[in-house]
């Protein structure tokens, strides 16, 4: 596969992994306010 993809592929994962953690941290802060 050409290295483009695979570069392509690591940012996807790291983007996903950060909207995760984002999306927890809203949750407790939600949580927190609540």
């Known amino acids: 596969a050409p290295l483009r993809w695979a570069f ?3 940012l996807g ?3 996903r992994l950060v909207v995760r953690s984002s999306l927890r ?3 407790k802060q939600a ?3 609540g």
């Open 25 to 27: 941290a809203r949750r």
């Open 13 to 15: 994962a790291r983007s």
């Open 31 to 33: 949580k927190g306010q």
């Open 8 to 10: 392509r592929g690591a």
